[in-house]
């Protein structure tokens, strides 16, 4: 996914950084976080059901779904899936195999959350604009 920012914004971030790098620090974790928790809703919440299509977490597998890992900081979101839980299940549930149809959870989940995620980066832009305009 890609967000795109005008020359104007990027200046007005490298100002604000310039001026206050706890205050973006601190703006960029706090859209970081609403970021990630719009997608654990996706994935968690929104279930891939056997025959279905689209959703999180394919099946009702207790295992894959509570191995996934978040890490959130102020300049990115990670998530992954804890493999000593899942072993190579979830990578196969993901792409698929010669047997069974790709499930890919991660991907629709964040293009479900694409919208939310422009508005989060709209809303961060604003703010430290906002801030700079003080």
């Given amino acids: 996914m890609e967000i795109r920012v005008s020359e104007q914004d990027l200046r ?4 604000a950084f310039s001026r206050s790098p706890e205050m973006m620090r601190t703006e960029g974790l706090r859209m970081m976080n609403r ?4 997608l654990q809703k996706q994935i968690i ?15 009702d597998s207790k295992s894959l779904r509570q191995s996934h890992r978040y890490e959130v900081k102020p300049e990115q979101v990670k998530i992954s899936v804890d ?11 993901h792409e698929g195999t ?4 790709a499930r890919p959870w991660l991907d629709y989940s964040l293009e479900k959350e694409e919208q939310n995620i422009k508005n989060l ?14």
């Fill in 35 to 38: 970021i990630n928790v719009g």
């Fill in 83 to 93: 493999q000593a839980k899942a072993k190579a299940y979830g990578w196969a549930v």
């Fill in 98 to 101: 010669s047997k069974m149809q």
């Fill in 45 to 59: 919440r929104n279930p891939w059901r056997i025959g279905g299509v689209g959703g999180g977490v394919p099946v």
């Fill in 121 to 134: 980066a709209d809303d961060f832009l604003n703010r430290v604009v906002g801030y700079l305009a003080k």
């Fill in 12 to 15: 007005a971030l490298e100002r």
